[in-house]
């Protein structure tokens, strides 16, 4: 029988997720204490030696890394976990910096042979001036997540100055090609994709899974299994175990893709090192798919966390 662990949730954090990871965390605990863990939830706030000395009074066996964004989902919170000699769930600092740093990782994805869309990243001087690619394209920050700060440049289209003088993440932007049709997500457990879910925008005018439609009830669809070719959609599973493996991910990912139905051409956009979970989350959706319970599905992730160590589940 497996033994009960004690778990500390770690969750909220400082970037612009910090609610959305405070929704992730409150499920996530709830979950770990209904599979029969020791749960003690602590708010990574702007005050690390606070975190620090919550997490050392907690003395866990494992970390539930439920932050997102920049300093959570990083790399950041990973070193100080392995300074700490704590065990955390989800990927390493290295995995972790990587994926959170898109233009590295699509580096690493078309090393791969994985298929990326054309993209470079641009200064804010620069997108003021001209148009960086042929419109349609797309401008996101090189290390946010959820959508925040993305924006869609169109033929014809004068924002981009504007889009460029309002610019809240940094001096530089990752500029990459627009495409065209369907949003596709596939998470991957360990070594194994799940399925492949299509999410369609509630509102007909969505362009995107933007922030709102990832986590605002009734703001997007998803379907699953995806109605797709069954090539497609066999290749979309095994890309996303690709990408993950290219970073170096452990646990649970999330990779997300364009499908262009047009030309059949299926384009990965990026991998998520800790997948949402919160109730509209897609992990959960996709993992309940498969017949894994919500409470099966943390359980799951903490004691992979330990065995990947090395460290006693049983």
Known sequence: MSKSLSVAVLQGGTSSER???LRSGAGVAAALHEAGHRVTTVDAGADLIATIEALRAAAPDVVFNALHGPLGEDGAIQGVLEWLGLPYTHSSVRASALAMDKDASRRVFAAAGLPVAEGRVVTMEALAEADPLPPPYVVKPVAEGSSFGVEIVREGDNRRADIARRWAYGREA????????????????????????????????GDFYDFDAKYAPGCSVHHLPAALPPEIFEQALRHAEAAHRALGCS??????????????????LEV??????????????????????????????VREALERRGLPTQ
Request: net charge negative.
């Open 19 to 21: 609610s959305v990871s």
């Open 174 to 205: 990752l500029v990459e090609a627009f495409i065209p049709g369907r949003e596709l997500t596939v998470a991957v457990l360990g070594d194994r994709a799940l399925t492949v879910t299509d999410i369609v925008a509630a509102s007909p005018t």
């Open 251 to 268: 646990g649970a990912t999330r990779s997300d893709f364009r499908f262009d139905e047009d030309t059949s051409r299926l384009v990965l």
């Open 272 to 301: 998520n090192t800790q997948p949402g979970m919160t109730p509209t989350s897609l992990l959960p959706e996709q993992a309940a798919h498969c017949g894994i319970s919500y409470p099966d599905l943390c359980d799951w992730i």
